[in-house]
């Protein structure tokens, strides 16, 4: 019988499905943002089995990261893993930071020009890229649906940071050579935060010492927020999942199960929000996460040609609240993605042509690609590393 090890060694280290699956969650938030856009906060996913299918997206996402970052951290000294995935983030994040700041927000704003350069909230926007989250910029979006939310999604970048920190405590102390150590991390930070998000403890308060609502408090917050702590465990459980692909076998029958039991939690437990089950069954969307990206899809015309995911992810959505405040009878969730999709894979396509691709070359003129590390290792590819 097969193991995840198996597919991928019959793949030069490539995860067939990886690049299908990539494209698909993001496709997926942005069709989740549309409903939230078009709509305002109406808690469309509250449906039985809707609702754990829209909380595992980003899950999901983070356990994909995991999976295919822990092959470069194995075989990168930690200064040039952090260095690999500073070139990989930042460019285009910061290219999506200054156009809000200094072309879409001055062409949507209510307020006058002066009074928006001069304003505190246009200068902290560009702390969003050290992962210090503003939403707001002055006066924009402020009549929408869902208002004075230039780009939602970025609440998700602190949390990245904080997978990368994670992942440099796993090579420092050598965890990453030993797959028990690993695991057991995992389960030990795994039941930390299960305890914190059931007794509704944020670890921002440290005790008290940093009360809601200080800045203390509210920039840690961004970091180990209770809304995105077990994405930390997710991304933890991928890289898990990579250090024993040797021996966790890809099997359609347990990939099946991954997905049912899942969805018919939520019908049997209807008052059990989605975030909470995925939070209890994350080893299962952890191995669907592996077992879809072990499986050959089928290749997406248009989206084969180069790595979309992390731009249609980071730049659709303020285009997509630009949408909105230009047509404002657009309240159709659906006319709305279906507009929204085609204009995030252009900016996308633009964003990895011309941004990401030829920064993430420049990895050649350091010496941190696969030469690095045991060359008998079979890893995921550069193509395959996400985000």
């Given at each position: 019988m097969k193991t995840i090890g198996t597919v991928l060694d019959e793949h030069r280290g490539i995860g067939p499905g990886f690049d299908f699956l990539r494209i698909f969650l993001a496709v997926m938030v942005l069709l989740d943002h549309s409903f939230l856009i078009a709509e305002g906060e109406k808690y469309q996913f509250n449906q039985p089995g809707i609702t754990v299918l829209q909380a595992a997206i980003l899950p999901m996402f983070f356990a994909l990261s995991g999976f295919l970052i822990t092959g470069s951290a194995m075989r990168l000294p930690l200064k040039e893993f952090l260095l690999n995935r500073g070139i990989r983030i930042v460019p285009a994040l910061a290219v999506d930071i200054v156009f809000a700041a200094l072309i879409l927000g001055p062409l949507f704003t209510t307020v006058s020009l002066s009074a928006y350069f001069s304003s505190y909230e246009f200068w902290a926007y560009f702390a969003n890229i050290f992962g210090i989250i503003h939403f707001v910029l002055p006066g924009v979006f402020e009549n929408n649906p869902f208002p004075a939310t230039v780009n939602g999604s970025l609440w998700t970048v602190p949390y990245e940071i904080g997978c990368y920190a994670i992942m440099s405590g796993l090579i420092v102390f050598g965890f990453l050579k030993r797959p028990r150590a690993a695991l057991m991390a995992s389960i030990v930070i795994a039941a930390i935060i299960i305890f914190l998000k059931v007794s509704n403890i944020s670890p921002a308060s440290l005790g008290g010492l940093l009360p809601p609502g200080s800045s203390g408090f509210t920039l840690l917050d961004h970091f180990v927020g209770l809304r995105g702590l077990m994405l930390y465990v997710n991304f933890m459980l991928g890289a898990v999942f990579f250090l024993y692909r040797r021996v966790i076998v890809k099997h359609w029958a347990l990939a099946v199960i991954s997905?049912?039991?899942?969805?018919?939690?939520?019908?049997?437990?209807?008052?059990?929000?989605?975030?909470?089950?995925?939070?209890?069954?994350?080893?299962?969307?952890?191995?669907?996460?592996?077992?879809?990206?072990?499986?050959?899809?089928?290749?997406?015309?248009?989206?084969?040609?180069?790595?979309?995911?992390?731009?249609?992810?980071?730049?659709?959505?303020?285009?997509?609240?630009?949408?909105?405040?230009?047509?404002?009878?657009?309240?159709?969730?659906?006319?709305?993605?279906?507009?929204?999709?085609?204009?995030?894979?252009?900016?996308?396509?633009?964003?990895?042509?011309?941004?990401?691709?030829?920064?993430?070359?420049?990895?050649?003129?350091?010496?941190?690609?696969?030469?690095?590390?045991?060359?008998?290792?079979?890893?995921?590819?550069?193509?395959?590393?996400?985000?």
């Open positions: 997905a049912i039991v899942p969805i018919g939690a939520s019908f049997a437990l209807p008052n059990v929000s989605g975030a909470t089950l995925c939070t209890l069954f994350a080893p299962m969307l952890v191995y669907l996460t592996a077992y879809i990206g072990m499986t050959r899809m089928p290749a997406i015309p248009l989206y084969r040609r180069g790595d979309y995911s992390y731009g249609i992810y980071l730049y659709g959505y303020p285009f997509q609240q630009a949408l909105v405040n230009l047509f404002p009878k657009l309240t159709s969730p659906w006319l709305h993605f279906a507009i929204s999709l085609p204009i995030a894979t252009v900016i996308a396509m633009g964003s990895w042509h011309f941004i990401e691709k030829p920064i993430l070359r420049l990895r050649k003129n350091f010496s941190f690609t696969a030469q690095k590390g045991k060359r008998q290792e079979i890893m995921p590819g550069a193509k395959a590393v996400v985000r």
